[in-house]
């Protein structure tokens, strides 16, 4: 799992043009107020609802074809934040809208500007004792029950000036091995993000390459949808987006190499210098 220019990309994220149904009236004592919407994106109109709980003061989104986000190259979330963002901002610019729920639309708005400066409390490895066979059997009892059938090892450390790619990590269906990068030993990386590579690299075995159009797709419809399921899959994708960089400086393992632990790790392993897969 690894980088690539479309998918750190720093232009925002566009959800597509919007049209609202027409209006509903807002009753004095309605809990929750709806509307459909068509959102147009690359061609294609998808249909959606956003429901706003004039109680709680809460949203729930909803697009019936999932396949709208297979257009976005970004965590399911913060598309979702996006798209909630501007069918907010649409419905607080409509004229003779309900006082009751621009009252609400508001508060929503004023939340979401909130709750992104908080910081985030991300755990990190910081001098942890990482071992990666632990990690890959918890995550295989949690989301796989467990059925992956798989080594696991670190690769090998690359001493390379101007680094521009590297995998994450890599899963070898023949030999049943993955394969993490030792730049993810860092301490100033997220244990989430080494787990979330771990399973990245377990969910090719449990949704293996597929034949589409004439050519074999690693991640398809079935392997996004798995991948997504991990927990803390759009805090570990957010750090990858926003650090990306700094994995590609000169590492410093060698100075922590005693601290994590290899697990009785095989030594054999193979240098990872190219994009994921």
Request: hydrophobic share 35%.
């Given at each position: 799992?690894?980088?690539?220019?479309?998918?750190?990309?720093?232009?925002?994220?566009?959800?597509?043009?919007?049209?609202?149904?027409?209006?509903?009236?807002?009753?004095?004592?309605?809990?929750?107020?709806?509307?459909?919407?068509?959102?147009?994106?690359?061609?294609?109109?998808?249909?959606?609802?956003?429901?706003?709980?004039?109680?709680?003061?809460?949203?729930?989104?909803?697009?019936?074809?999932?396949?709208?986000?297979?257009?976005?190259?970004?965590?399911?979330?913060?598309?979702?934040?996006?798209?909630?963002n501007?069918?907010?901002?649409?419905?607080?610019?409509?004229?003779?809208?309900?006082?009751?729920?621009?009252?609400?639309?508001?508060?929503?708005?004023?939340?979401?500007?909130?709750?992104s400066?908080?910081?985030?409390?991300?755990?990190?490895?910081?001098?942890?004792?990482?071992?990666?066979?632990?990690?890959?059997?918890?995550?295989?009892?949690?989301?796989?029950?467990?059925?992956?059938?798989a080594?696991?090892?670190?690769?090998?450390?690359?001493?390379?000036?101007?680094?521009?790619?590297?995998?994450?990590g890599?899963?070898?269906?023949?030999?049943?091995?993955?394969?993490?990068?030792?730049?993810?030993?860092?301490?100033?990386?997220?244990?989430?993000?080494?787990?979330?590579?771990?399973y990245?690299?377990?969910?090719?075995?449990?949704?293996?390459?597929?034949?589409?159009?004439?050519?074999?797709?690693?991640?398809?419809?079935?392997?996004?949808?798995?991948?997504?399921?991990?927990?803390?899959?759009?805090?570990?994708?957010?750090?990858?987006?926003?650090?990306?960089?700094?994995?590609?400086?000169?590492?410093?393992?060698?100075?922590?190499?005693?601290?994590?632990?290899?697990?009785?790790?095989?030594?054999?392993?193979?240098?990872i210098?190219?994009?994921?897969?």
């Open positions: 799992m690894g980088k690539s220019s479309t998918i750190i990309s720093k232009n925002p994220i566009k959800p597509g043009s919007i049209v609202f149904s027409p209006s509903q009236e807002v009753s004095k004592g309605m809990p929750t107020y709806s509307r459909l919407f068509r959102c147009r994106k690359k061609g294609f109109d998808f249909i959606g609802q956003i429901k706003i709980n004039l109680q709680k003061i809460s949203t729930d989104i909803e697009i019936f074809n999932t396949s709208y986000f297979d257009y976005f190259g970004t965590p399911l979330k913060e598309t979702n934040l996006a798209l909630e501007i069918l907010l901002t649409k419905l607080l610019s409509e004229k003779n809208l309900p006082e009751r729920l621009r009252e609400a639309v508001f508060s929503l708005l004023k939340n979401k500007v909130a709750n400066k908080q910081s985030s409390s991300l755990k990190l490895i910081n001098n942890r004792k990482v071992c990666l066979k632990e990690i890959f059997d918890k995550l295989n009892t949690e989301y796989f029950k467990p059925k992956i059938k080594n696991i090892e670190w690769g090998k450390k690359v001493h390379k000036k101007n680094l521009t790619s590297f995998r994450f890599s899963y070898d269906p023949a030999s049943q091995l993955i394969r993490i990068h030792p730049r993810l030993k860092q301490n100033f990386v997220p244990i989430s993000v080494l787990e979330l590579t771990v990245h690299e377990m969910c090719h075995q449990w949704a293996p390459m597929k034949r589409q159009k004439g050519m074999w797709i690693a991640h398809h419809l079935q392997f996004k949808k798995k991948e997504r399921e991990y927990r803390l899959y759009d805090e570990a994708r957010s750090w990858e987006k926003e650090n990306w960089k700094k994995l590609m400086e000169p590492n410093t393992i060698e100075n922590t190499k005693n601290k994590t632990a290899a697990c009785n790790e095989s030594s054999e392993s193979i240098e210098t190219t994009l994921a897969g």
